[in-house]
């Protein structure tokens, strides 16, 4: 199960790593198929009685913290670590109102927190570039605090999907330093928001999509730019309001 630390790997089998109690708790409520689970006597106490129907057919262990420890990418483990197998891609259902999508956003603390944002708005469906981190990266499975079980995530073409999703009648918005005050801006729907990478913006050929250009008025008028998170964040918010 050590080589399931690489990346590689997981991805070969379909599968992600999950780790610590809460991260557990939600995997296990998720419906989502779990393949490997390894624990502490601790940490199967600490769960085994709220999903004892959920243990069926995920294959068992009993771990010492030290054997934890090996195969954890955590700083401190918690003594419980998963392999959970991916979903299969669901595309964007035509009846959904807002949907985001992430040109080439990179860090994994960022992907994190904006799958965590979607969650807190309700947005269920994130359409991603192939060069965005992927998802299933430890350090972005862990800074959802459980989103991604309730986030569907599209990697593909972006702007071809985007021009698809143009053409079943959404409004495509973008986020970007020279467009209209997102603030004030008419926000129709079913509508689309691109959010673009944290030192480039959109790329250019996302950018020809782009029916509205959306800026966060910088008031304070000294920082440069926005954490591409915090930006996602503030902007989504806008778009969910009724």
């Keep these: ?64 913290p030290e054997q934890i420890e090996r195969l954890s990418s955590l700083r401190t483990p ?40 979607c969650d807190w708005f309700g947005v269920r469906h994130v359409l991603c570039s192939r060069e965005t981190v992927s998802c299933y990266n430890p350090k972005v499975v862990q800074s959802t605090m459980g989103a991604i079980f309730r986030t569907r995530v599209e990697y593909g073409d972006l702007p071809q999907r985007i021009v698809a999703m143009k053409e079943d009648g959404y409004r495509v918005y973008g986020a970007m330093l020279d467009g209209e005050d997102a603030f004030r801006a008419t926000k129709g729907k079913p509508s689309l928001l691109v959010i673009g990478n944290e030192g480039h913006g959109i790329s250019a050929e996302v950018a020809e999509t782009i029916d509205c250009r959306l800026t966060i008025p910088n008031i304070g008028g000294t920082c440069e730019s926005l954490n591409a998170s915090v930006a996602t964040g503030i902007l989504v918010s806008l778009f969910a309001q009724k």
């Excluded at 991805?11 to 995997?27: H, P, Q, R, S």
């Excluded at 990179?106 to 904006?114: K, L, R, S």
Aim: aromatic letters at 8%; a negative charge.
């Design 1 to 64: 199960m050590a080589a399931y630390r690489q990346q590689k790997a997981c991805e070969a089998d379909g599968l992600f790593v999950v780790e610590g109690i809460k991260m557990a708790e939600e995997a296990l409520r998720s419906g989502w198929k779990i393949r490997v689970l390894c624990a502490t006597p601790e940490a199967w106490r600490a769960i085994s009685d709220r999903h004892d129907a959920t243990f069926v057919s995920v294959e068992l262990y009993e771990a010492k």
């Design 78 to 117: 918690q003594g419980i670590w998963l392999l959970v197998e991916r979903p299969q891609a669901v595309e964007v259902s035509r009846n959904e109102d807002f949907v985001l999508a992430l040109d080439g956003i990179q860090d994994p603390g960022n992907m994190g927190t904006i799958l965590r944002t």
